[in-house]
């Protein structure tokens, strides 16, 4: 089974950016989907992005296209979220998950069954 753990966030300023890390084990990632989810203060659980692990597809949300990229690098077996010209209502909680999932299906939380413990980021403004 896929074990993530993620770093990158931090308190920053509007108009920062931000690398996400997120650095996955397991035996192996055929097939696997890898995403990154975000939770704001009050809000619902919000898919961000996602990136299939071997062909490298990519999806976004409407929300976060334009400011976020998704990417990996498969020699390091890590997953990476670039957040530019961030703004203080992109403050949540961002998680990575991963899981093999229908590609129709991609945008649902309980699509995935592996979850990362989250990064917190902060935006002031």
């Known amino acids: 089974q896929v074990q993530l753990v993620e770093s990158g966030g931090g308190l920053v300023q509007a108009g920062d950016s931000l690398r996400l890390s997120c650095a996955a084990s397991?035996?192996?990632?055929?097939?696997?989907?890898m995403a990154w989810f975000r939770q704001a203060p009050g809000k619902e659980r919000e898919f961000v992005s996602a990136i299939n692990w071997s062909g490298g597809s990519t999806y976004y949300a409407d929300s976060a296209k334009g400011r976020f990229t998704i990417s990996r690098d498969k020699a390091r077996n890590t997953v990476f979220l670039q957040i530019d010209s961030l703004k203080p209502e992109d403050t949540a909680v961002y998680y990575c998950?991963?899981?093999?999932?229908?590609?129709?299906?991609?945008?649902?939380?309980?699509?995935?069954?592996?979850w990362g413990q989250g990064t917190q980021v902060t935006v002031s403004s």
């Open positions: 998950v991963a899981g093999r999932v229908p590609g129709w299906t991609i945008r649902r939380p309980s699509s995935y069954d592996c």
């Open positions: 397991g035996p192996t990632f055929s097939g696997y989907t």
